[in-house]
């Protein structure tokens, strides 16, 4: 059974993004947003607008450097090719949510190239080869690790005694 899809109101989903409603009816009308029309009320998917939702790391430089590849269809294999990672770390990457994935053609399944070119990005920053290093937090920004908590090492103390030649 396919799951329902919510919606909620077209006040609601203006105020959750921070947008007029008449902007939010102009996408509805270009059908980037799905919508209907209940008791004479405009409601929207909410699905939808938790796309649209800026997350931290839409206001990142690292991320709006690859802002012209936004939306734009890569498979898998051509992203393993064309960003030299492997499918296994950007189905990693895709399960934890750091790439959207758009959909499928086919057998082959499509993501967001501007998250790709992005991960890949921290994933150099980070120098390659991470195996055990955490990279992003959970909402997709690079990790910055605390400094360490841990003491200095104590200095030894020298126990010689001085001896004082008069």
């Given at each position: 059974?396919?799951?329902?899809?919510?919606?909620?109101?077209?006040?609601?989903?203006?105020?959750?993004?921070?947008?007029?409603?008449?902007?939010?009816?102009?996408?509805?009308?270009?059908?980037?947003?799905?919508?209907a029309?209940?008791?004479?009320e405009?409601?929207?998917?909410?699905?939808?607008?938790?796309?649209?939702?800026?997350?931290?790391?839409?206001?990142?430089?690292?991320?709006?450097?690859?802002?012209?590849?936004?939306?734009?269809?890569?498979?898998?294999?051509?992203?393993?090719?064309?960003?030299?990672?492997?499918?296994?770390?950007?189905?990693?990457?895709?399960?934890?949510?750091?790439?959207?994935?758009?959909?499928?053609?086919g057998?082959?399944?499509?993501?967001?190239?501007?998250?790709?070119?992005?991960?890949?990005?921290?994933?150099?920053?980070?120098?390659?080869?991470?195996?055990?290093?955490?990279?992003?937090?959970?909402?997709?920004?690079?990790?910055?690790?605390?400094?360490?908590?841990?003491?200095?090492?104590?200095?030894?103390?020298?126990?010689?005694?001085?001896?004082?030649?008069?």
């Open positions: 059974m396919a799951a329902l899809i919510k919606f909620v109101s077209l006040s609601e989903a203006a105020e959750r993004l921070s947008l007029e409603s008449k902007y939010l009816l102009r996408l509805i009308n270009n059908g980037k947003i799905e919508a029309s209940i008791n004479g405009t409601v929207v998917s909410e699905r939808d607008i938790i796309k649209m939702t800026p997350t931290p790391r839409d206001n990142l430089v690292e991320y709006q450097k690859f802002e012209k590849l936004k939306g734009t269809p890569i498979w898998l294999n051509e992203a393993e090719r064309k960003y030299e990672i492997s499918c296994i770390t950007i189905m990693r990457w895709t399960r934890k949510g750091y790439i959207a994935k758009l959909g499928k053609d057998n082959k399944m499509l993501l967001n190239e501007q998250d790709v070119a992005y991960c890949k990005f921290i994933y150099d920053r980070m120098g390659g080869s991470t195996k055990g290093k955490r990279i992003f937090n959970d909402d997709g920004t690079p990790f910055v690790p605390l400094p360490s908590r841990r003491k200095p090492p104590r200095q030894r103390q020298s126990h010689s005694k001085t001896h004082i030649v008069a």
